[in-house]
């Protein structure tokens, strides 16, 4: 039994000598490490620190120019795509060109002349316009009328945007129709009917844009429609809407000021006008088209300084060689300068505008300046 014990005493002995001897190296490995580090801080050449951080730093700043050019570079690719997008959701058969297309068309589609044009020339001509299959289904087979529209006799009235191309633009007409004189004769049913009818018609014309081949095309034969006409019954603000108006002793001098002004302004050469109109939009006047006849409905408003004036004012004018009367109406910009008055502008909305947002902000501070005030002041209340 002792020797039992005993050998397991000199067992345990031998495994904490080990341990120890263990323990010892590793730390003897430790300070060896240590010393090494020491040694290498000390061989160090002077100035190595700063290249090191001089080294962090152009990496850094490389790594940041680098997430700036992708970011620049996918930023572009997004931009060209959303561009690319864009451009594919235009429509060019709903641009200007597509409805002067559809303007074309309607112009050869209700032209025709039975008494000396064969049916074969008018189906050439819309051949220019529509699929061959249905140039000779757009004449029509009537052969007792003449038609004529002109250009100007076509209004634009809707348009359908249908994708892929595609559009249906609707149009007001007045066609004229008149009895075609030679098979007239012919006919003795037809001597009680009209000679001459006047149509007002709605017309919707489908266009196609073939990018392939760069043109617009009337990819189906028109259908007729109808477009209410309802009045307008809503009211739209005027510019002029929420200025403060002028009413002290100035108002008379200004309305006589525009007596002389619109004078002037329908008769006088540039080389006159340029005396009391600034705006150079507008210093040809109206070089003698229109005859100044007088004034109507004259309200005056106070304009960003203390010498400007607004004023919107009804003028009635008259067609030099008729003397036909026309009522229009003018928005001026006025400037007292040296006890006479100038034109600084005409119609110009950007003034408008910037006297509003000058009296909102005026407002806004007078606001603030009154709570302000109040707080201040509590008990003024």
Avoid: C
């Amino acid at each position: 039994m002792r020797k039992r014990l005993n050998k397991s005493g000199t067992q345990k002995d031998g495994l904490l000598k080990t341990a120890i001897e263990i323990f010892k190296r590793a730390n003897e490995n430790e300070k060896r490490k240590k010393e090494i580090r020491i040694r290498e801080k000390k061989s160090r050449p002077k100035g190595y620190r700063a290249k090191k951080l001089g080294a962090l730093t152009f990496w850094l700043l490389f790594s940041f120019m680098l997430l700036i050019v992708l970011v620049n570079v996918f930023s572009s690719n997004g931009l060209s795509n959303a561009v690319t997008e864009g451009e594919e959701e235009l429509n060019k058969a709903t641009s200007a060109e597509g409805i002067e297309f559809a303007k074309s068309f309607l112009v050869t589609y209700f032209n025709w002349n039975v008494d000396n044009e064969k049916r074969s020339d008018r189906i050439g001509r819309l051949g220019r316009y529509l699929p061959d299959t249905l140039s000779e289904e757009a004449v029509t087979g009537g052969s007792n009328w003449n038609s004529t529209l002109t250009r100007e006799s076509i209004v634009l009235k809707d348009i359908d945007n249908l994708g892929d191309s595609k559009a249906l633009i609707t149009f007001q007409v007045k066609v004229l129709f008149q009895r075609s004189a030679v098979n007239n004769q012919a006919e003795d049913k037809a001597k009680s009917a009209p000679e001459r009818v006047k149509a007002d018609k709605y017309i919707s014309v489908p266009v196609f844009y073939d990018e392939e081949e760069n043109r617009f095309i009337v990819y189906d034969l028109p259908s007729f429609t109808f477009v209410e006409q309802k009045k307008i019954v809503r009211t739209i603000a005027l510019e002029t809407d929420g200025l403060k108006s002028v009413t002290d002793g100035s108002t008379q001098n200004i309305k006589a000021f525009l007596d002389t002004f619109f004078e002037a302004f329908s008769t006088d050469s540039k080389d006159k006008l340029t005396y009391i109109v600034e705006d150079p939009k507008h210093q040809n006047g109206l070089n003698q088209t229109m005859n100044f006849v007088r004034l109507k409905n004259t309200e005056i408003f106070e304009g960003k300084k203390a010498e400007e004036k607004v004023v919107r004012t009804e003028v009635i004018l008259a067609e030099p060689d008729t003397g036909i009367e026309f009522t229009s109406s003018y928005l001026l910009v006025l400037a007292e300068k040296e006890g006479r008055y100038t034109v600084l502008h005409i119609n110009n909305k950007s003034y408008i505008d910037e006297l509003k947002n000058k009296k909102h902000e005026e407002e806004i501070e007078a606001t603030e300046g009154r709570e302000l005030h109040k707080e201040d002041d509590p008990e003024e209340e």
